[in-house]
């Protein structure tokens, strides 16, 4: 092959280096601009096992208007094609979010999640896994666990529901 370039005129080696170099350079930029993908990672935090049946709500926007459900696979996971989008909301929607109250509506660095992973809070078990490059690991509980307690004490507070005098 190399014996082929040599015979050629040094003009048409000339252009035959900068096609090649042309080539390069829009391959590296096609990759560059190529959608980058995130994994929302679904664990029920009371078996540690991989939830496979939610349909999360995933937004790629500050508010949660245009959230799209996305299902689980058998693993667990979501994966998401971000595009150009900088962050990440997620709702539960089958299952109860194990995050704490503060946490239910934040909004995830994408940058930081690719990076070095983000794991939620957990509030139904211990389960703290690290985080890991590229996954968003989020807590669930079937909603059948979901504690109950007693109904509060009614109110005897005036202009409250029960005493509107």
């Known amino acids: 092959m190399l014996h ?3 015979a050629l005129a040094p003009s048409k080696q000339r252009a035959l280096i900068a096609a ?3 080539a390069l350079v829009c391959s590296v930029k096609g990759y560059a601009a190529q959608a980058q993908h995130l994994r929302i990672r679904v664990i029920n935090a ?7 049946d939610e349909q999360l709500n995933v937004a790629l926007r500050a508010d949660q208007i245009g959230s799209v459900a996305m299902a689980t696979n058998k693993s667990g996971i979501i ?3 971000t595009g150009t989008a900088t962050i990440i ?5 089958m299952y ?11 909004n995830y660095s994408i940058a930081d999640i690719l990076r070095t992973g983000i794991t939620t809070g957990n509030l139904c078990s211990d389960a703290k896994p690290r985080p890991r490059p590229g996954v968003l690991t989020l807590f669930e509980i079937p909603k059948k666990l979901i504690p109950t307690y007693p109904a509060p ?13």
């Open 89 to 93: 909301r997620i709702l539960a929607n």
């Open 46 to 52: 009371r078996t540690n096992r991989p939830i496979t």
């Open 79 to 81: 994966l998401v094609e």
């Open 96 to 106: 109860a979010d194990c995050r704490p109250r503060a946490e239910l509506y934040t």
């Open 4 to 6: 082929h370039f040599v």
């Open 20 to 22: 090649v170099v042309l």
């Open 153 to 165: 004490p009614a109110s005897s507070l005036p202009h409250s529901d029960e005493n509107p005098n």
